[in-house]
């Protein structure tokens, strides 16, 4: 196993947005008229340290997706900043950009998606290092990574097809390590998993962060879920933030009403038996 | 690892059941059945197909030195079947394959570079789809002279629209799959991702449309050569041996069930290995689990 | 409605493709007005056992046992003879409202045309109707939204749409296949809030099929969780979620990710289910849930349980209660 990367001393963020907006222009209404502008994102602050997860929670609309986008380098912000390790990833010039791209990677939501059904397991794994032109032993780098997220040797040679969900969900995860990151960004990583399967994948992400001391963002619709993977939560509603805070905290007193619609919203096992859950 | 509760997990077993595919089956047979005929055109025919002999005009079928017995002229049908089969082969796929060329070349930079240039693709595919290949075809033979050539060019130009619009919407279906995003993030281009990710996983595709266009090709051929601005002697098609059969009707209508035999056979094999084909390669087929 | 009959009675119920068998041998009933829950992760046989009740499988797939409903045998029944009874006695609301629904048909049209279907209501009174469901349903301005076309609303409206399709007849049966799976969540609560009214006005049994434990405990009295195609617990929602017996009910309520009951430190460690669900093709013999299951003898690896007990039933050798028996053996 590679050495742990060192959590920096001074505790400062490892990926952080400061200011950020983004806005799109609509198509036109008439003829001539200026293009309407949509403001997705107003004024946002976020940032992520190392070991430590980060919860992103907020409806569908709320700009949650864009500032994904953004935090992944994928779109770049019309105002305010994108920082990894104290420097801007837009300004920063081409080798920081390089190091961002290897250094924050993603899982999405969807795994049977996100691996290609053509391609054997082995084969995408490595994907990364070839295309992020990352030296070293590869083949190494590819059984620490199995064992890791708890895999079996013999899955390098298989097709996604032959895998179950929660199993695509593992090796997406292992592709994310590759690059050996310092943040992972998980964007609703078990919403497409069953219940039995969903608690093996938040386990094993929490054991990510503790163990490697990544940076993780967490990001859901359902609180519980985030509640229970991370330490603080971000609340997003029309493209600003809301409310930031201990899940805990936030679970109790929520003060924001978009907090308060997500709390609310929030179906348990205890309060149907009790017979008050659609009350 | 130290999560208890998960085990390292072992792959789910393969699964891969050898399923009896009635139409892939058949269609494999009669194909490869009529590929081999015409390659053994090459080496060895019963007696040579152009060459008229006035004395055995008009033989019927089944007897031992012509089997399908001679047309008006005394040539030899089964003679004429074979080399029938190689003007077949040589414009139905000469004219599937440049379409398919074409059209995946096309489809793919429709898909992926854009809206102006999906724009200006599709639309021009549709012009194209607009103007009947009939039409195409007779205009190709009235100004470079019939031959397979022409033929060729004139399918191209009939398939290439609808190629393009198959390979399109199938490439724009992978590229909303996240394995794209996530090669994107890795900061793979577009060539790239086409010819890694979405080439491999619309190759089935590719291979059904071009068993389908085969077969569509020698119809269209059989059509053209029937019409007379097809292939001209010395070579020989299915098409002209009905055009030619059409002069002896009532005197031996037999003659023009031959041809019109192979013809079924042959299209009926490839429309059935193309059904096969999709059935085995649609990866959405085998994910399909209850 | 205080009919004796049921408003269904399934009996060994079992549906196939002739390669697998994804439903094997299922028998519930739910009495008048009744709301069951069938629970399962995918796989499980659940969507299945819903669509072989409408008669809605896929190509391919067959149907065994019996279905009693509304004084027929709906296995039995033809095409045409449950076409009619669709909408009618017997409905469904599905789990994605954007593909269940006609895009190119105004909603208000889609609703209507369910009730002239099936009562002979002329356009002018199904119109009236179709008004005053939405209106029940809590959806905004009705009067326009019946010009809407699906695409030109909510997710959460279009399901209300559907709940409304779904209802017009005031159908015995509503079978409600993961209802609120594809909506929001902070829409969720009050999709199901509406159903739940809506249904208890009509009377009607409702039959919820999700993988959502939450949902079931907030919506039915009873309870049927499918594993591998088979029921392997069934009773009271009460009993079931406080006591269960079997031990893949056990694994799935522990595995809930609540903020009631977890310490949210950094060390808190949600309990999984190891393992994963086999696949139909390749079902263990015994038990279906022994090579996951904490409490797995030679028996269960041999001998497939039945449902047993009083009330709640349980398809285990060694139910939970005395799994530390068997244990210390």
Partial sequence: MTAVTPFPADGRPLLEVRQLSQQYFLRRQKLFAPRPILKV?????????????????????????????????????????????????????????????????????????????????????????RSLKIEGDHAARVLEVLDQVGLQKSALERFPHEFSGGQLQRIAIARALMPNPRVLIADEPVSALDVSIQAQVLNLLKDLVRDLGLGLVFIAHDLSVVAYTTSKVYVMSSGKIVEVGKPLDLFRNPSAEATQNLVGAVLSVESGLAGNALA | MTDTASPAVAAASPRRRVEINASLVVGLVLTVGFLAVALVSFFWLPSNPNIPNIKARMLPPFLPDHWLGTDGLGRDIVAQLMVGARTSILVGAGGASIALLIGTVGGLIAAAYGKLADETISRGADIMLSIPGMVTALVLAATMGSGAFTTILALTAFFTPSFIRVIRSAAMAVLQEDFITSAKLYGRGRLFIL????????????????????????????????????????????????????????????????????????????????DGLRDVLDPKLKRRSA | MTGSAPAIEVKDLSVGNGVVTAVRGVSFTIPQGGRMGLVGESGSGKSMTALALMGLLPMGWSTHGSVLHDGVDLVKQSDRAFSSRRGRTISMVFQDPLSSLNPVRRVGEQISWVIRRHTGADKKAAEQQTIEL??????????????????????????????????????????????????????????????????NERGSALLMITHDLPIIAAMCDTVAVMYAGRIVEMGPVQEVFRNPRHHYTRGLLDSQPTMDNIALDGSARLVSIPGMVPPLHNLPTGCAFNPRCPAATDKCRTVMPELAGEGLQAACWHPVDSASEVAAQ
């Fill in chain 3, 134 to 199: 939405m209106t029940q349903m809590k959806l905004p301005r009705p009067e326009q939204l019946v010009r809407a076309y699906p695409h030109e609303i909510s997710g959460g409206q279009r399901q209300r749409i559907m709940i409304a399709m779904a209802l017009a007849c005031y159908p015995q049966l509503i079978i409600a296949d993961e209802p609120t799976t594809a909506l929001d969540v902070t829409v969720q609560k009050q999709v199901l809030r509406l159903l739940n009214g809506a249904v």
């Fill in chain 2, 195 to 274: 010819a890694r990710h979405v080439i491999p996983n619309i190759a089935g595709v590719m291979i059904v449309q071009f068993t389908l266009y085969f077969a569509a090709g020698i119809l269209t051929e059989a059509g053209l050569s029937y019409l007379g601005v097809g292939v001209t002697r010395p070579s020989i098609s299915w098409g002209m041996m009905l055009n030619e059969a059409q002069q002896t009707v009532g005197i031996s209508s037999p003659l023009a069930i031959w041809p019109g035999l192979a013809i079924v056979f042959v299209v009926l094999g490839l429309n059935l290995l193309g």
């Fill in chain 1, 41 to 129: 994102l107003q004024d946002i602050d976020f940032a992520v340290r190392p070991g430590e997860a980060v919860g992103l929670v907020g409806e569908s609309g709320s700009g949650k997706t864009t500032l994904t986008r953004m935090l992944t380098g994928v779109e770049k912000p019309h105002e305010g900043h994108v920082v990894f390790d104290g420097v801007d990833v837009w300004s920063g010039g081409e080798a920081h950009r390089r190091l961002f791209r290897r250094s924050v990677q993603v899982v999405l939501q969807n795994p049977r998606s996100s691996l290609d059904p053509r391609m054997r397991v082995g084969t995408s794994l490595l994907e990364p290092l």
